[in-house]
């Protein structure tokens, strides 16, 4: 393939995986998410999100779900972040970004090579992720997941800027 990829994957997660989430999420408590950005750019995004540590990470659905994300990419739990939950209420969005951080290639963990995208709960309309470089727009529908690179495969510390995306409201 000569470019980057984006693969769909329907009915990765069970209605019950879906739930267990959002309720972790709930539980640990949302943060509105520009204190997630750096310059703290509300107009970047206004969604709110939470990183799942402590209890959260070890709920026994939680450690499923990531060792399934682990055997879909390949990628060892040891070797990833925490689970990142986002909430999005009508009409919020993140504006088109990399999930590449350049700040990262002196960290041990390294860069963010993939990102896996799970949707929790299916919209009446709206709420896509959007790739414009790809004129790609993945529609959310609950239990979807969706697997992209952040990296270039022959230099897995160069940036893959061609799958820059966007939160749509």
């Given at each position: 393939?000569?470019?980057?990829?984006?693969v769909e994957l329907p009915n990765f997660l069970t209605d019950i995986e879906c739930q267990r989430l959002?309720?972790?999420?709930?539980e640990a408590g949302y943060i509105d998410s520009s204190q997630f950005t750096?310059?703290?750019n509300a107009t970047a995004r206004n969604s709110k999100q939470i990183w799942c540590k402590d209890s959260c990470?070890?709920?026994p659905i939680m450690q499923g779900v990531d060792a399934k994300i682990s055997h879909m990419s390949t990628v060892p739990i040891n070797n990833a972040?925490?689970?990142?939950?986002?909430?999005?209420?009508?009409g919020e969005y993140y504006?088109?970004?990399?999930?590449?951080?350049?700040?990262?290639?002196?960290?041990?963990?390294?860069?963010?090579?993939?990102?896996?995208?799970?949707?929790?709960?299916?919209?009446?309309?709206?709420?896509g992720t959007n790739f414009p470089n790809l004129n790609i727009t993945v529609q959310p529908q609950?239990?979807?997941?969706?697997?992209?690179?952040?990296v270039i495969n022959a230099n897995p510390n160069d940036e893959e800027s061609r799958n820059e995306h966007q939160a749509l409201p």
């Open positions: 393939v000569d470019g980057p990829w984006v959002i309720e972790l999420g709930n750096p310059d703290r990470v070890q709920d972040e925490y689970m990142q939950l986002l909430k999005y209420d009508v504006k088109t970004h990399s999930d590449y951080n350049p700040l990262h290639l002196q960290k041990q963990t390294g860069v963010r090579i993939l990102t896996t995208y799970l949707y929790l709960n299916d919209v009446e309309g709206g709420g609950k239990g979807k997941a969706i697997i992209w690179p952040s």
